[in-house]
């Protein structure tokens, strides 16, 4: 039911040094298949949600091939920016967060499927 598109995933991960994590990655099956994921400290804007994604191995998907439209980059660099804020804003309330797959297309993204899961302790 969801528009055709590109598969990709968001996630937080919590790194015992770190912190929260946020990943960018294929989405859907292909996020365990292909191990094509980049990293970035949260919080962080559109630009660096941007070179993030461009470092992805499905970034010439995301571009366009075989007659494809490229993905709205800019809806897709603001949903990433805007799940890294989120991450940095309840980090330590999440023992993780995954959005996948979102799926990104010529018009915009859509999530399909999210998981959230405070960390212990938090009432949730």
């Given at each position: 039911?969801?528009?055709?598109?590109?598969?990709?995933?968001?996630?937080?991960?919590r790194?015992?040094?770190?912190?929260?994590?946020?990943?960018?990655?294929?989405?859907?099956?292909l996020?365990?298949?292909?191990?094509?994921?980049?990293?970035?400290?949260?919080?962080?804007?559109?630009a660096?949600?941007?070179?993030?994604?461009?470092?992805?191995?499905?970034?010439?998907?995301?571009a366009?091939?075989?007659?494809?439209?490229?993905?709205?980059?800019?809806?897709?660099?603001?949903?990433?920016?805007?799940?890294?804020?989120?991450?940095?804003?309840?980090?330590?309330?999440?023992?993780?967060?995954?959005?996948?797959?979102?799926?990104?297309?010529?018009?915009?993204?859509?999530?399909?499927?999210?998981?959230?899961?405070?960390?212990?302790?938090?009432?949730?």
């Amino acid at each position: 039911m969801a528009p055709k598109g590109t598969e990709v995933a968001f996630g937080l991960v919590r790194d015992p040094q770190f912190g929260a994590i946020v990943m960018a990655s294929a989405g859907g099956e292909l996020v365990e298949v292909l191990r094509d994921v980049a990293f970035a400290l949260p919080p962080f804007g559109p630009a660096t949600a941007r070179r993030l994604l461009g470092e992805l191995g499905i970034a010439k998907v995301l571009a366009g091939v075989r007659g494809r439209p490229p993905v709205n980059w800019n809806a897709l660099a603001d949903a990433l920016a805007r799940f890294a804020v989120l991450a940095a804003l309840l980090g330590d309330g999440l023992a993780e967060a995954d959005v996948n797959p979102l799926i990104a297309g010529p018009h915009g993204v859509i999530a399909v499927d999210a998981l959230i899961r405070p960390a212990s302790g938090t009432g949730g």
